[in-house]
């Protein structure tokens, strides 16, 4: 069974930084395009970023490039998301996500994605 758990999630004032982990187990992880999701309170699941098999390609939302960057070390079987400059409008429950048949693109449109972790929580304070 696949599973997809989140860590490093907490409460940081705006400004600040934070580190998410995702560490994945249960399938081939060097075949997985990975990626980041979140979703605000009163608000729609949104793309965030997503990292490529190989780590050459990497996709961000508009809205977090050049603060944020999506990374993965294989031999872990874990995915990172940094985040710095942090906002309030960053808070949210971040999810982890995985998919062995597609790649960045598709995975940002939100089109089909097989595997979801459950989440943890950030909290940006002004």
């Known amino acids: 069974q696949v599973q997809l758990v989140e860590s490093g999630g907490g409460l940081v004032q705006a400004g600040g930084s934070l580190r998410l982990s995702c560490a994945a187990s249960?399938?081939?992880?060097?075949?997985?395009?990975m990626g980041w999701f979140r979703q605000g309170p009163g608000k729609e699941r949104e793309f965030v970023a997503a990292i490529s098999r190989s780590a050459q390609i990497t996709r961000y939302l508009d809205s977090v490039k050049g603060r944020f960057t999506i990374s993965r070390d294989n031999a872990k079987n874990t995915v990172y998301l940094q985040m710095s400059s942090l906002k309030p409008e960053d808070t949210a429950v971040y999810y982890c996500a995985a998919d062995t048949s597609i790649g960045t693109q598709t995975m940002s449109a939100q089109r089909s994605i097989d595997y979801w972790g459950k989440g943890t929580l950030v909290t940006v304070s002004s």
């Open positions: 249960g399938l081939t992880f060097s075949r997985s395009t």
